[in-house]
């Protein structure tokens, strides 16, 4: 399987910025597609952003679209995620996770990305916005 480390959590403040990176080893990164999820409090865990293997294809939730962006890099391993204009209810623990199947198609267009679809996960970096 793959091994996936999150970092770049902490606190900030509402309308701010952070920048969280996910290293990735134990398989060949660059053949499979990576996404973001994140756990409030006292809620489900959700879907936050995706980007497929070869990284010419990107969706966010609603809640985020517009503010944060996903990307990778393969040559080091590893996915980032871009948060801007941060709100108190973006905290969360936030998990990256890679996809289960080689180099797997994707309709992101058809059917958003669900939990099924990863099979490894990070341990998870959390993120507080304070207002």
């Known amino acids: 399987q793959v091994q996936l480390v999150e970092s770049g959590g902490g606190l900030v403040q509402a309308g701010g910025s952070l920048r969280l990176s996910c290293a990735a080893s134990g398989r060949t990164f660059r053949n499979y597609a990576m996404g973001w999820f994140r756990q409030a409090p006292g809620k489900e865990r959700e879907f936050v952003a995706a980007i497929n293997w070869s990284g010419d294809s990107t969706y966010f939730s609603d809640s985020v679209k517009g503010r944060f962006t996903i990307s990778r890099d393969n040559a080091k391993n590893t996915v980032y995620l871009q948060m801007n204009s941060l709100k108190p209810e973006d905290t969360a623990v936030y998990y990256c996770?890679?996809?289960?199947?080689?180099?797997?198609?994707?309709?992101?267009?058809?059917?958003?990305?669900?939990?099924?679809?990863?099979?490894?996960w990070g341990q998870g970096t959390q993120v507080t916005v304070s207002s």
């Open positions: 996770a890679s996809d289960r199947v080689y180099r797997q198609s994707f309709n992101w267009n058809v059917q958003s990305p669900t939990e099924a679809d990863f099979g490894s």
